[in-house]
T-cell receptor
Framework: GQQLNQSPQSMFIQEGEDVSMNCTSS?????WLWYKQDPGEGPVLLIA?????ELTSNGRLTAQFGITRKDSFLNISASIPSDVGIYFC???????????FGDGTTLTVKP | GAVVSQHPSRVICKSGTSVKIECRSL??????MFWYRQFPKKSLMLMAT?????????EQGVEKDKFLINHASLTLSTLTVTSAHPEDSSFYIC?????????????FGNGTRLTVT
């Protein structure tokens, strides 16, 4: 089946720094999604991308759908302590909603 | 909008008993819902696709007689862990997409922490 490689696996940064994480796949996706999960809770949608090359922002978050449709990145600018959590990318190929998830990037922000 | 509610949030049960977990789409119709299992510090593993009015589609390696899925209405899917054992202890999460949006993006419930003693 399709697999996503998400990197880095974890990040330890200082408050105020920018963060970048990405996902790559050996096959194409039609939709890329980025989620954040806090401990003991379900993932919360951050950004959804539907077109190759699309660049979308949500506050301090920016994500792009790679032009090859095989990758996506998420940037967080000026990180704050509440950005701590696990970030997952997810790719969808069909319009039936079935998604493939990356292994997650655990972000720690030091005040 | 696009709220998915999952209940219970935590459950502790004895080995050999069955546990039912509910997943509801509160403000949209979801003909398809998805059930995942997540181990500590791991990604979400898709267990099955729940289809309203028909049988669920299980992923390879997931026992359908162990994890019973019922999707009797457009807003409710249930996952029953039958004859639970300690190795079934895990975090179970459901997700759903709005049919009007072609099921994208998916929205998640808050998960159910199952502990089998």
């Amino acid at each position: 089946g399709q697999q996503l490689n998400q990197s880095p696996q974890s990040m330890f940064i200082q408050e105020g720094e920018d963060v970048s994480m990405n996902c790559t796949s050996s096959s194409i996706f039609n939709t890329w999604l980025w989620y954040k999960q806090d401990p003991g809770e379900g993932p919360v949608l951050l950004i959804a991308l539907y077109k190759a090359g699309e660049l979308t922002s949500n506050g301090r978050l920016t994500a792009q759908f790679g032009i090859t449709r095989k990758d996506s990145f998420l940037n967080i600018s000026a990180s704050i302590p509440s950005d701590v959590g696990i970030y997952f990318c997810a790719g969808q190929l069909s319009n039936a909603g079935k998604s493939t998830f990356g292994d997650g990037t655990t972000l720690t922000v030091k005040p | 909008g696009a709220v998915v509610s999952q209940h219970p949030s935590r459950v502790i049960c004895k080995s050999g008993t069955s546990v039912k977990i509910e997943c509801r789409s509160l403000d949209f119709q979801a003909t398809t819902m998805f059930w995942y299992r997540q181990f500590p510090k791991k990604s979400l593993m898709l267990m099955a696709t729940s289809n309203e009015g028909s049988k669920a589609t299980y992923e390879q390696g997931v026992e359908k007689d162990k994890f019973l899925i019922n999707h009797a209405s457009l807003t409710l899917s249930t996952l029953t862990v039958t004859s639970a054992h300690p190795e079934d202890s895990s975090f179970y999460i459901c997700s759903a997409g709005n049919r009007r949006d072609s099921y994208s993006p998916l929205h998640f419930g808050n998960g159910t922490r199952l502990t089998v003693t």
